[in-house]
């Protein structure tokens, strides 16, 4: 059973860092994406970053410059580094896993997702 176990988020100041961790089981995860999405209260799902298992990265907009997604396939883990934080990344943060469809910064492309952990950002 594939399970994805996120840790690393808290409550930090505008221009902190925090590092986000994604331990996946379970798999296999060889040839797999996985990605992060952040979901704000009453906002919808979205799309943060994700790596395809080659290494081929992707990311949104409104993160490009200031986060920095990773992995490491041997365990495999995902991390997302996440530089200059500004109140508006405030969120849940999940990770997921397999995505089944041609899209993958859609949130339906993904077969699998952690439990998400809050990163809240203060003024």
């Known amino acids: 059973q594939v399970q994805l176990v996120e840790s690393g988020g808290g409550l930090v100041q505008a221009g902190d860092s925090l590092r986000l961790s994604c331990a996946a089981s379970g798999g296999p995860f060889a040839g797999r994406t996985l990605a992060w999405f952040r979901q704000a209260p009453g906002k919808e799902r979205e799309f943060v970053a994700r790596i395809t298992w080659s290494g081929v990265i992707y990311y949104s907009d409104s993160v490009k410059g200031r986060f920095a997604i990773s992995s490491d396939n041997g365990k495999p883990t995902v991390y997302l580094q996440m530089n200059n934080l500004k109140p508006g990344d405030t969120a849940v943060y999940y990770c997921?896993?397999?995505?089944?469809?041609?899209?993958?910064?859609?949130?339906?492309?993904?077969?699998?997702w952690g439990q998400g952990t809050q990163v809240t950002v203060s003024a």
């Open positions: 997921a896993a397999h995505c089944r469809y041609s899209d993958c910064q859609d949130v339906e492309a993904y077969q699998y």
